[in-house]
């Protein structure tokens, strides 16, 4: 289990008060970056009081990471929601580059966030992280690959371990490709102008290259 | 042709102190991140005094800024250094893989500073950056991919944009893994708790992935 982020007190405040302070550190971390971040500016666009601020939080670290792990659960639904999907492994694969599309624009905030956070310079707050979801994601890869290797669909001589990998990083540059700017115009330099718009094009590129890369060897 | 970063006294101070200067604030912004970094902390490190930092550069980001084009030109020695190389593309591939496993861990530190600007509270900063190096990538993969169709090694449906995309998200993720901390704990959930070692294993599992992708379809 994660340790505690918040006081007590952020418990007894109201929904409306709660999501008010959340929408607001949100938009200045995804903005600004943790380091930059400022929670006086934070408690000034929620409409509270710095004093208030540190009674629900013992520091900004903390505010940040209750912000994380709200992004994190909205992901582990979204991934739930793919893992139920019918279908084969390319099936499942196709609806997880739309959901990507689909929820970096729907959480931008939440997937700058998720982008700042790699960064070196924050290593000391990637301790006190869930990597819960990565692990489940790599675990429902191989799971993945190994029952399409049963069932013939892809090359038996995969290594699921490095395939996940290799997968999973065309998922998270897709994402981050929606929602930073840098990324954005990498996009664009490599898969064309049209590409940030022209999501079938992605979704049938992609798919054409996850294929080959799966499907049986002549 | 980049604007100035630096102002003409840089250039007039010896080689070794230019090149003190340099390193500590490589160092500072890779370890803290561009926002967090202090430039008092660079000029203290470098030996110098806070004034004379402010004679050679007019802001933090001007100083940051030849740090990344310093970075940017050894990456550019890189890419050239393997696109003289003989070989299909397979075989150059396997080269680019190589030099990112290599340049990575000699170059960690630019590494971690390119990381870190992809972040959005640095858009600002990214105006200021040359993107030329992803142009001239991008182009030498669809140069690349096109000149293997001809040459039938490629499957000739292959959309040379979106293939040259995916091509290097996997490139840059594998670089970002070996620099950073939270990418290094990723790539261990996906590849195994062996693969920041075991090289061999790397570049065999992405070379599989790849040959599969590109390869003409049954």
Redesign the interface.
Known sequence: MNEKRHKETFEKISDEKRGRILQAATKEF????F???NINVIAKNAGISIGSMYNYFASKEDLFLTVFDQGYKLLEKALVEVSVLEGDIFDKFESLIRVAQKSSRQYRELT?IY?????????YL?QRLS?NF??IT?KY?RDMINKAKNDGLV?P???E??????L???I???Q?SY?????K???K????ED?IENDE??V???M???R???????
Chains 1, 2 share one sequence.
Do not use: W
């Open positions: 995804a903005e600004k970056g380091s930059a971040a700058q982008l700042d956070i790699t960064s070196e310079g924050l290593t990637q990597r990565e692990s790599a890869y090359d001589s995969i290594d371990f490095v395939f996940s990998f290799c999973d990083n065309l998270v540059l897709l981050f929602a930073s700017e840098y990324f115009e990498r996009m330099i490599f898969a064309g590409s094009k992605m049938k590129g992609i054409h290259f996850i080959g890369a799966l499907a049986p060897r002549k």
